[in-house]
């Protein structure tokens, strides 16, 4: 039998790396995390989902509070101080990430702070950070997950490199907003960005080459943003194609092709919002067996093993969905399978989007157009905020609920929101169709008068009229 230092070993600290580190300790296998980034905390804690919800959660306080006139709340001296948001943000962010930091110290396994790279199937090179004492130069372990997670993607045009943009790590650490900035892309990172800016009085322009913004949404979704983004005065361009980029004094200048014209837009800065690669290149994959697709991806089955078999993977790395619950569930379901081969696969029945601009789109399940595609058959019901009780008390009243069931048997099988509060209210949504349930079940469920919650049950109500005699396969 051949000794190796540890069970498991795990290459990133992150949400993907904790979901395993946390599984295979819990079943009693020797562990080592290895983390290797200048800070810990992984992107969600440090330059993702907590830093952006943060600044957006100001922003909308700052709305709420700008627009407050038709509650009778006059605001006098309204003023936004950007240096104070950033150190709010900064504040909240270094307290979650000492938290992760305590926890992976908590003595339950290992954890190592280097870079870690294959030197063979079961030994990893560990290149010290400057500062972390002495420490072993290898390591060998019986079982690996790959947690590595992503990093931005290099820009389609050359020109966009030598312009200098921000991106959603660097534009989380500016000092001083810019006056006017346009916004590249149309995903949730772009759409966050692009409204943060522009709630702070930046004059924001955005530049997407889909025809709708939040493409993964509904078009009926994706069309409430963009009526409240041009509301709120950020210009926004689809249907674009990027053709040169160039800088002149202060200024950035994006050329691109709009309705069959030559577009150009300056501004003092450009934000590249279009998309993140995965962080696997300098992992030496290849001295281990495993295999990537050509972009670097790490190739897995559903039990999250890769072409090696005894080194699994988790995350952003592996791709599919770059969402934190996934890159959990994808390490735990690693972690359960390294404790017991073959015992759990990956389930993205319930898997969730949400973005956090205001109003929120959130969806479960399936939507109208991955049904269609997927020749699925359903029968969907909506229902708009601007006629429900509690969104009108609180003048929220862009965008509507939607429900899609079984034609047949009734069955819930997708939800959305693009409303008030849209990424907790799916949640009702993710509970129904986690317990397969009916409309005819919902829309009897009791709800309490006025909330919002409520507003579920007259999608509901529609579709269960609709089946009047459900029956189950
Ligand atoms: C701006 C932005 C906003 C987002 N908002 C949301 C949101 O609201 N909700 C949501 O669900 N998702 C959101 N996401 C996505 C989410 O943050 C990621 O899907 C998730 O954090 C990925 O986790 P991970 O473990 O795969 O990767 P990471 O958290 O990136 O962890 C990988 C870790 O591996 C380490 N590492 C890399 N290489 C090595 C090596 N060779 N040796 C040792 N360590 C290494 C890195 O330092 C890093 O800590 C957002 C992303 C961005 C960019």
Redesign the pocket.
Known sequence: MHQFDFDVAI????????GASRTTAAAGLKTAV????KE?????IL???MP??ALLYMAEVAHVVKNAGPFGVGVKNFSLNFKKAMARKNRLIKEFADYRVQQLNSGKYKFIR????FRDPHTLELIPLPGNGKMPSIITAKNFVI????AVAPSPLCQLHDLGCLN?DSA?SLNKLPKSLIVLGGG??AC??AQFFARFGVRVTMVQRSAHILHDFDADASAVIESVFRREGIRLFTGTRLLDAKRKGKSKTIIFEHNRKTVSVSAEEVLFALG?IP?TR??GLENAGVRTTANGTVIANGRMQTSAPHIYT????CGKY??????IHQ?EVAGCNIARPNSTCTDYRLIIF?V?TDPQLAFVGLTERAATAQGIPFLSASYPFNDHGKSIIMNAMDGFVKLLADPKSGEIIGGACAGPMGGDLIHEIVAAIAKRMTVHELAAMPHYHPTLAEIWTYPAEELAAQIDRPSRA
């Open positions: 290459i990133g600290a992150g949400s993907g790396g904790c290895i983390e290797g980034g810990v905390g992984g992107l969600c330059r993702g989902c952006t919800k280097a870079n870690a790279k947690a590595t997670g992503s959603s989380l949730p990172t966050e960005f993140r962080n300098s992992l988790a995350g952003d790395c770059e969402i934190v619950h996934v890159a390490g949400v956090f």
